[in-house]
């Protein structure tokens, strides 16, 4: 993984570095002073499909705020088998433990190649701890994702695979800042939604016959998005109607 630390810059923040944190819906909203402060811990990284963050019951030593990057969060039985329970793309960060204190009780796994912004976890505690408007932002952001992982329950428990994928790959096309394609193998969704493999190619090759996704070398392309909305479980609009209740839109630019 390639680093490229991000310069300090005095207030106030240059234009382009600004639009690049805007391109992050939490560092977006972040006070202006809060944010000056935790810019000299923080590090634009690239991170790769395929890479773990960190392991569930590790310590979490830093947090990412993505702004290409899908980063999803896995629970882990003990015969090896996985599912998701939540993830994270532009609108939201990887690492709740680093403010909220305790080891990771998920895993997490970089699904999709992108950018980030990587930032010390003292440095974001200490904020949290010091700034009432970043901590009201964090909390806020924590609901969401106890949004997600409940609604991941009951998917997972009563709804079908079809209406599942549906849903999940939405979900990662809302986080996608250009283009509507997913480099993502049938492997890695069948581990993403806990099934087998045959299921997820079985289900994909529907969709297809529909007209409303591409397939093919590892890649999805969303062609009718309206379509995967019709056919997708009400779980994906009631996670995004939450995530847009309790998490301020970004400001114009």
């Given at each position: 993984?390639?680093?490229?630390?991000?310069?300090?810059?005095?207030?106030?923040?240059?234009?382009?570095?600004?639009?690049?944190?805007?391109a992050n819906r939490l560092l977006a909203v972040m006070p202006p002073d809060a944010l000056e402060r935790l810019l000299p811990?923080?590090?634009?990284?690239?991170?790769?499909?395929?890479?773990?963050?960190?392991?569930?019951?590790?310590?979490?030593?830093?947090?990412?705020?993505?702004?290409?990057?899908?980063?999803?969060?896995l629970l882990r039985t003990t015969s090896g088998s996985t599912t998701q329970v939540s993830i994270a793309g532009n609108d939201?960060?990887?690492?709740?433990?680093?403010?909220?204190?305790?080891?990771?009780?998920?895993?997490?796994?970089?699904?999709?190649?992108?950018?980030?912004?990587?930032?010390?976890?003292?440095?974001?505690?200490?904020?949290?701890?010091?700034?009432?408007?970043?901590?009201?932002?964090?909390?806020?952001?924590?609901?969401?994702?106890?949004?997600?992982?409940?609604?991941?329950?009951?998917?997972?428990?009563?709804?079908?695979?079809?209406?599942?994928?549906?849903?999940?790959?939405?979900?990662?096309?809302?986080?996608?800042?250009?283009?509507?394609?997913?480099?993502?193998?049938?492997?890695?969704?069948?581990?993403?939604?806990?099934?087998?493999?045959?299921?997820?190619?079985?289900?994909?090759?529907?969709l297809r016959q529909l007209g409303l996704i591409e397939c093919g070398r590892g890649e999805i392309k969303l062609i009718g998005?309206?379509?995967?909305?019709?056919?997708?479980?009400?779980?994906?609009?009631?996670?995004?109607?939450?995530?847009?209740?309790?998490?301020?839109?970004?400001?114009?630019?």
């Amino acid at each position: 993984m390639h680093n490229t630390a991000i310069r300090q810059l005095p207030l106030p923040l240059q234009l382009p570095l600004r639009t690049e944190l805007q391109a992050n819906r939490l560092l977006a909203v972040m006070p202006p002073d809060a944010l000056e402060r935790l810019l000299p811990h923080m590090q634009k990284v690239r991170l790769i499909a395929g890479e773990v963050l960190y392991e569930a019951s590790a310590e979490v030593t830093h947090a990412y705020f993505p702004v290409e990057a899908i980063i999803a969060f896995l629970l882990r039985t003990t015969s090896g088998s996985t599912t998701q329970v939540s993830i994270a793309g532009n609108d939201s960060l990887a690492g709740i433990t680093a403010f909220m204190g305790g080891t990771a009780q998920r895993s997490a796994l970089v699904l999709s190649t992108g950018d980030a912004f990587k930032i010390s976890a003292s440095a974001l505690k200490a904020e949290f701890d010091r700034n009432g408007a970043v901590m009201r932002l964090l909390l806020r952001f924590t609901q969401v994702v106890v949004t997600q992982m409940a609604q991941a329950a009951v998917c997972n428990r009563h709804h079908q695979l079809e209406q599942q994928l549906c849903g999940w790959l939405l979900a990662c096309m809302d986080r996608l800042p250009h283009g509507n394609s997913l480099r993502v193998t049938h492997e890695t969704m069948a581990g993403m939604l806990g099934v087998r493999r045959e299921g997820v190619t079985e289900a994909t090759g529907k969709l297809r016959q529909l007209g409303l996704i591409e397939c093919g070398r590892g890649e999805i392309k969303l062609i009718g998005r309206g379509g995967l909305q019709a056919r997708a479980c009400e779980c994906y609009q009631v996670v995004k109607r939450e995530t847009d209740r309790l998490l301020p839109d970004r400001p114009a630019t």
